[in-house]
């Protein structure tokens, strides 16, 4: 557990990550075990789960470079050329002798009040007031890479060259009572429904680990949807292509509600999804549009 000093620096060490280390950072401390869309969110969650500043600091993200700028910009000398293994070391020194000041005492206490005063004084959400278009949408954004990265590992191809991901996957980002529809269109249609976490998230992963299928999703703009009401269901809808080994055999769109829980730290699970698979040729890149007008051309055939 960091001390409210150690915290205090680490936030200042993580300014000098590019997003994307910062995403990486988090995701190796809560071994992707959490879903996180916002930087802020990402700080937040390096703080609560980190078990020691050396540990830490021992990140492969936390390179001798960042190590070195903040050290600098803290205006603690030491040498351009040192190992990280120095570096951590004069970064624990420096947090310690800042504990020991009574500077730092008095910045906690004055951080603690800052943010007691900001929690009073903003505005609490409406619950009656919807997401904004643009913070569904980045939502979305965020979680189609995140959730298919994650169920493609259970693959067995990319399970070897990633088994340390190979064990995020699991019922526990689905809620107890969700629900899966699938919907397989190749000359007609076959149905299927599931209900409760571990069925659903079990049916999902037996695409992969037994059909050996490996779902490509479409993560540009034009591929992904995220719509929101006022209760806090964020819709979000994917779409792309189906491979098996080095074959496309089709495209797929798939529609997640997803919901926060209060119990698990706020963080965004599955509530219902539902999975349309269509086999056959694939003319064009599918975006959202395409993949409804894909099936909109299949369901006339069908009737």
Known sequence: MLSNCEQKEVRKLLRFLTLSDLLALTDTVTNKMIFITTEKEAVEAILHYSNSARELLRRRKLKREVLFHYLHESSVHIAPTSEKNILIQKTLEFWESETD????????????????????????????????????????ESFVPWFYRMLNTCHNAIANESSSDHHSYGAQHFWVDCTLKLDFVTDGHRYEQHAGAEVVSRRLQSLVTEEQLIFNPNTTAGGISGQSNRHGLVVTMACGTIHRSHTCVGVFDQSFGLVRDPLMENNWRIRFTNLRMCAGNVPHTPSVESIREILAITDTKDS
Not at 101 to 127: F, G, L, R, V
């Open 101 to 140: 000041t009574d500077t730092c005492k008095e910045e906690d206490e004055a951080y603690t009040d800052e943010m007691e005063a900001e929690e009073i004084q903003s505005p609490q959400p409406d619950n009656d007031q919807d997401y904004t278009v643009s913070e569904s949408q980045a939502l979305a």
